[in-house]
C-alpha cells in the first residue's frame, strides 16, 4: 500500500495536482462571477441583453433540472450526484497524473470537475443552477460557463478515449506457459 501512494504521490504529481486543482479553482471563480454580475444584473434589471441581435444573448434562468431542461425540479437528486462526481474527479486527478502525462485525459477531468463545482455551488445554496447564455439564433437551450466546461471536458474525454487510450496489457507468465488473467 505504501508503494501505492508514493508512486502516486511524487513531487511531479503533486505539483500538477496543486496546478490542475487551481485551473479548475479559477474556472469555477470565473463561472461564479459571471453569475454573480451577469446573471444577476440581468435578473434583477429584468432586462436581457442582447450580444449580436438575433444571434447570441443574456438572459436570466432558473434551473432547477439538468441539461436541457430534463430531471426538472430535481435539485437535490443532480446536487448529490454533482458533488460525488466532484469527489471522485478530485481524487481521480493524482491517480491519472502519476501515470505516463496524458495532457489531453487530465484536461478533460480538470474541465468537468470545473463544470460538476460550479453548479454545485448554485445547486447547495439557491437550489437551482443560474443559466444566462443563450443562441439565439438555433434556439439552443440556455446555460452557463460552469455548462460549457461540462461539455467541453466531455468531448475531450470521448476524443481521449476513441482515439488515444490503449488497455495497459498485463505481463505474461510465461514461466509456466499459463497466462495470468
Known sequence: MKNFFSKIFTKRVLITYCIELAVAGLLVLADLLTKIYIWGGIESSG????????????????????????????????????LVASIVLGLALPVVASNKPKQLLNVSLVLILAGAVGNLYDRLALEYVRDFIYFELIDF?????????????TIFLLIYVIFFYRPVEKPKNTSSGVEND
Open 47 to 82: 432586462d436581457d441583453i442582447s450580444l449580436i441581435e438575433g444571434v447570441i444573448s443574456f438572459v436570466a434562468v432558473k434551473n432547477t433540472g439538468a441539461a436541457f431542461g430534463i430531471l426538472e425540479n430535481s435539485t437535490r437528486a443532480l446536487g448529490f450526484v454533482s
Open 141 to 153: 437551450a440556455v446555460f452557463n460557463v460552469a455548462d460549457s466546461c461540462l461539455v467541453v471536458g
